[in-house]
């Protein structure tokens, strides 16, 4: 599972970069951050999930969780 940056789309393969180049690329600060980690992390999920199908599609997905 990746990060993906919602601003340049960039992937990060662990959040601490991901956030890291958020505060760092796109200005946000720690505390932006950690506002932004809540409402993010559910459309994070919801993002991930949508790329994660479109990566996909036509595959099988791994269950192996
Ligand atoms: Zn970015």
Known sequence: MTFRCPYCKEEFLKRTPFWAHLKSQHQLTAKDVLNELQ???????????????????????????
């Not at 409402?39 to 969780?65: C, P, T, V, Y």
Request: hydrophobic fraction near 30%.
């Open 39 to 65: 409402n993010f992390q559910s459309n994070l999920s919801r993002w991930l999930e949508e790329n994660e199908a479109k990566a996909i599609s036509g595959d099988e997905l791994n269950n192996n969780q």
